[in-house]
């Protein structure tokens, strides 16, 4: 049997970790914790505040809000968050996590690095120094996971010359998949074709570019979604979280890139998958469309639903009744936990069996062989 892959898991970065991992230069700029006099530590960039650290357990969505409402209310904290995590950031607790699950790999997402990259985003050094700081961390971490944890790097676009050291480095340490925003690259869409020595240096190194949940720059004006909440997420970042997503491999797909590099594979993770089916529909019936209606021929070889067919692969969740989006769209899903975060489970495999899709040879993609395309297929059997 193939091997069953969880495609969403969060590793929890140690405290120091951007300081002991960062360049000797870039020190200053270094993400840290620090814990205030009513016992709640934060992630910090100087002395402002970007993430709260909260109690994540999985399946308690409940719990958390308590414990951020009584930051709210000026209550002291209940929990000493570096004891508490502790087992979230260790390889080998990680591994003994996965036997009890029933997982034989998991892919691995930043925690707090999901959080910081919009608060920094005037700030292309601390960015990139935060970045590697956590890539040089993976790659440890990593070589500890006996081929079982794959880590994913933190990378960004908007340095040519420092992405593309990065992945050297990354697939030289076994790293098979790189954390990106779907957003505009210093104002130029992802398809801009001076972003083209970009896309070739994944494909070139092998590692797969992925989206995920993440506080990344938004696809509407920041005028529809308020101010930000201190330690909380905006409403509407959660309604719209897969629009980015979709906007990002739209453009990948309608303009050309996933044509000229038909060896680049897209991984969506944590930005639901409900929406993949209708959005078939809506590529196929837009291009078709306009096509026609421009009096242009087609610029595609193919249509864009078969591009996102042979290239992307989408996580779903038990709730989203994977079985019945693979009717409409195909073999491109994948299983997920989003352990130890507190929207995820400890019991996925049990989860997704009780929504009607069950390990086997007819699930094998969406059970770990998807994932493992993701991953180039280097994975532990």
């Known amino acids: 049997m193939s091997p ?3 495609s969403d898991t969060h590793l929890f970065e140690p405290s120091g970790m951007w300081q002991e991992y960062a360049d000797p230069a870039d020190r ?3 993400l840290h914790m620090a ?3 009513l ?3 934060w992630l910090m960039f100087g002395d402002r505040r970007l993430s709260l650290g909260g109690p994540h357990r999985p399946g308690d969505v409940d719990g958390i809000g308590v414990f951020r409402q009584r930051l709210v209310d000026g209550l002291p904290a209940e929990f000493d968050l570096a004891e508490f995590t502790a087992s979230y950031s260790d390889p080998d607790a990680r591994l003994r996590q996965l036997d009890r699950a029933g997982f034989d790999a998991s892919i691995m997402f930043p925690n707090y690095g999901i959080s910081w990259e919009r608060p920094l985003q005037h700030d292309l050094r601390a960015t990139l120094a935060n970045m590697t700081a956590w890539n040089r961390w993976i ?3 990593a070589a500890r996971g006996k081929g079982r944890l794959h880590p994913v790097a933190h990378l960004s676009l ?3 010359v420092w992405l593309e050291a990065q992945l050297e480095t990354l697939a030289e340490g076994g790293i098979r998949l790189g954390l990106i925003a779907p957003a505009l690259v210093n104002g130029r869409p992802l398809s801009d074709p001076d972003l083209d020595r970009s896309w070739a240096a994944f494909v070139d190194h092998g590692i797969t570019p992925v989206f995920h949940v993440a506080n990344q720059p938004r696809p509407f004006d920041e005028a529809w979604y308020g101010e930000d909440m201190e330690g909380g997420i905006s409403p509407m970042s959660v309604v719209f979280i897969w629009t980015a997503a979709a906007l990002a491999v739209t453009d990948l797909i309608l303009n050309g890139v996933m044509e000229r590099y038909p060896e680049l594979r897209i991984g969506i993770m944590e930005l ?5 089916p209708q959005h078939f529909q809506m590529m196929d019936g837009g291009y078709r469309h306009t096509a026609r ?3 242009e021929s087609t610029a595609l070889s193919m249509m864009p639903s078969e591009y996102f067919r042979r290239q992307v692969r989408v996580a779903a969740f038990s709730y989203e009744l994977p079985h019945r989006l693979m009717r409409g769209a195909g073999d491109v899903f994948m299983a997920c936990s989003d352990y130890p975060h507190t929207e995820g489970t400890q019991t996925a495999i049990e989860d997704y069996i009780a929504s009607g899709i069950e390990p086997g040879e007819t699930t094998a993609g969406f059970f770990g062989g998807n994932a493992a395309f993701l991953l180039g297929e280097r994975i532990a059997s």
Not at 272 to 276: D, I, L, M, T
């Open 39 to 41: 016992g709640y530590t």
């Open 28 to 30: 200053d700029v270094a």
């Open 35 to 37: 814990t205030d006099e």
């Open 4 to 6: 069953l892959i969880d």
């Open 272 to 276: 639901s998958a409900r929406w993949v």
């Open 139 to 141: 790659v440890e971490v």
């Open 158 to 160: 908007r340095d040519p």
């Open 293 to 295: 209606f421009n009096g």
